[in-house]
């Protein structure tokens, strides 16, 4: 039921109390879930990986380590974001208990109760949830398919009379509009911020999982653009390239930056798990990686492709989405009188379940949109699943037609 309970998040509790009343039982379709589908992770290479360690290493990973990471792994990961563009020389690397503590000790390192902080609109729940806590006013901007708004942006810091602490972007397969910002738009944002004293945090969980390899130069870091008066800081994850209960993720940051970071870490949890950053790191250097990517993009391809395939067949002509070129996500776009809400409790009752778009709305208001995840989905089930929706959301494109003649 984790991604039913998920996908509901954004709801009232007696709601939720009621349509989990209502689904228990079924064997949900869901598509709500942003994870990996466990029959893609790599036990084989883990197992063998786990077998052919020494046995003072395998002491080790039960052994606290340094708060700033386990060694061999930060140096393996120097290779793996130089091969990204990233220039390690001049930046300190800082491994975290999933990407999602980074994002919290960012905060906490910057920001005060009622400190702004600007975000994209839509954004990634768990970053609104960061922020929420430590009491910020989050603005946001709109994006498009090209990525954030432009214009928005330099009208939003213009009508501030506080400078905000940090512009949060994921660019890369947006988590969960799907998009990848455009190189042009990506270089736009910088001269935006440029001058200003706003620090960009650039969340970069999915670049890997590109679909077309003539595509890759597109997810190009904006921490490796080389622009000197724009302070970024850029953070990465393992829990779409290996699996999230890695919990594994990192930043690369300034000195300056990464010291206070791990003192914040310190207090936090003292270290990382030693035990995952020695499987991760023996993945990285046996030169593991990259073959398993291989196969992912293929299997996450394949997903998109049905989903996308599907989706044309069924949905009404009113319900509109950009297709990914990587990534977890299609963003499905109803028209603005039906809400998400409204199709998620009536599909739950048939079974099948995704989030709401109100969940990834800074406001929980905006409620048009509403967000399918492949990565997670059995294949055969796929089909089945768009079927419901449509017919879903058919039935609510009659009744709202009828009320309005």
């Given at each position: 039921m984790y991604a039913f309970s998920n996908a509901v998040n954004s709801m009232h509790s007696e709601d939720v109390k009621r349509l989990m009343k209502q689904a228990s039982g079924k064997s949900?379709?869901?598509?709500?879930?942003?994870?990996?589908?466990?029959?893609?992770?790599?036990?084989?290479?883990?197992?063998?990986?786990?077998?052919?360690?020494?046995?003072?290493?395998?002491?080790?990973?039960?052994?606290?380590?340094?708060?700033?990471?386990?060694?061999?792994?930060?140096?393996?990961?120097?290779?793996?974001?130089?091969n990204k563009?990233?220039?390690?020389?001049?930046?300190?690397?800082?491994?975290?208990?999933?990407?999602?503590?980074?994002?919290?000790?960012?905060?906490?390192?910057?920001?005060?109760?009622?400190?702004?902080?600007?975000?994209?609109?839509?954004?990634?729940?768990?970053?609104?949830?960061?922020?929420?806590?430590?009491?910020?006013?989050?603005?946001?901007?709109?994006?498009?398919?090209?990525?954030?708004?432009?214009?928005?942006?330099?009208?939003?810091?213009?009508?501030l009379n506080r400078k905000p602490k940090f512009l949060y972007v994921t660019p890369n397969y947006h988590n969960p509009a799907g998009i990848i910002y455009t190189p042009e738009r990506k270089k736009q944002l910088l001269e935006v911020l440029s001058g200003t004293g706003i620090i960009l945090l650039e969340d970069d969980a999915y670049s890997d999982l590109y679909f077309n390899e003539d595509e890759k130069h597109l997810i190009k870091p904006m921490k490796s653009f080389g622009v000197k008066d724009v302070e970024i800081i850029y953070t990465g994850s393992f829990s779409k390239i290996l699996g999230p209960?890695?919990?594994?993720?990192?930043?690369?940051?300034?000195?300056?930056?990464?010291?206070?970071?791990?003192?914040?870490?310190?207090?936090?949890?003292?270290?990382t798990s030693n035990f995952m950053q020695i499987l991760a790191n023996e993945f990285l250097a046996q030169q593991k990686l990259e073959p398993y990517l291989t196969f992912l993009r293929s299997e996450y391809l394949e997903r998109k492709n049905l989903l996308q395939?599907?989706?044309?067949?069924?949905?009404?002509?009113?319900?509109?989405?950009?297709?990914?070129?990587?990534?977890?996500?299609?963003?499905?776009?109803?028209?603005?009188?039906i809400k998400s809400t409204d199709i998620f409790k009536e599909t739950v009752t048939k079974g099948v379940v995704f989030v709401t778009g109100r969940t990834f709305d800074p406001a929980s208001r905006k409620d048009d949109r509403l967000r399918l995840a492949f990565s997670n989905m059995p294949k055969d089930d796929i089909e089945k699943g768009?079927?419901?929706?449509?017919?879903?959301?058919?039935?609510?494109?009659?009744?709202?037609?009828?009320?309005i003649q």
């Amino acid at each position: 039921m984790y991604a039913f309970s998920n996908a509901v998040n954004s709801m009232h509790s007696e709601d939720v109390k009621r349509l989990m009343k209502q689904a228990s039982g079924k064997s949900l379709i869901s598509f709500a879930g942003g994870m990996p589908n466990n029959d893609l992770f790599p036990v084989k290479q883990i197992d063998e990986i786990y077998n052919s360690l020494p046995e003072d290493t395998k002491k080790l990973g039960f052994q606290y380590g340094p708060t700033s990471g386990y060694p061999p792994l930060i140096k393996s990961l120097e290779s793996y974001l130089k091969n990204k563009g990233l220039a390690i020389e001049d930046n300190k690397i800082l491994i975290t208990t999933g990407s999602l503590q980074a994002i919290s000790i960012i905060t906490q390192e910057f920001v005060n109760e009622g400190d702004i902080i600007l975000t994209e609109n839509p954004c990634f729940v768990g970053a609104l949830s960061v922020f929420e806590t430590v009491g910020a006013e989050i603005h946001s901007i709109p994006i498009d398919k090209n990525g954030i708004d432009i214009n928005a942006l330099k009208s939003k810091i213009e009508s501030l009379n506080r400078k905000p602490k940090f512009l949060y972007v994921t660019p890369n397969y947006h988590n969960p509009a799907g998009i990848i910002y455009t190189p042009e738009r990506k270089k736009q944002l910088l001269e935006v911020l440029s001058g200003t004293g706003i620090i960009l945090l650039e969340d970069d969980a999915y670049s890997d999982l590109y679909f077309n390899e003539d595509e890759k130069h597109l997810i190009k870091p904006m921490k490796s653009f080389g622009v000197k008066d724009v302070e970024i800081i850029y953070t990465g994850s393992f829990s779409k390239i290996l699996g999230p209960g890695f919990r594994l993720g990192f930043m690369l940051s300034s000195e300056e930056i990464f010291e206070k970071a791990e003192t914040v870490k310190q207090a936090l949890d003292a270290c990382t798990s030693n035990f995952m950053q020695i499987l991760a790191n023996e993945f990285l250097a046996q030169q593991k990686l990259e073959p398993y990517l291989t196969f992912l993009r293929s299997e996450y391809l394949e997903r998109k492709n049905l989903l996308q395939k599907h989706l044309e067949t069924y949905m009404p002509k009113e319900i509109t989405w950009n297709e990914p070129k990587g990534g977890f996500y299609i963003w499905l776009k109803l028209p603005p009188h039906i809400k998400s809400t409204d199709i998620f409790k009536e599909t739950v009752t048939k079974g099948v379940v995704f989030v709401t778009g109100r969940t990834f709305d800074p406001a929980s208001r905006k409620d048009d949109r509403l967000r399918l995840a492949f990565s997670n989905m059995p294949k055969d089930d796929i089909e089945k699943g768009v079927v419901i929706l449509s017919e879903t959301i058919k039935k609510a494109l009659k009744t709202s037609e009828a009320t309005i003649q």
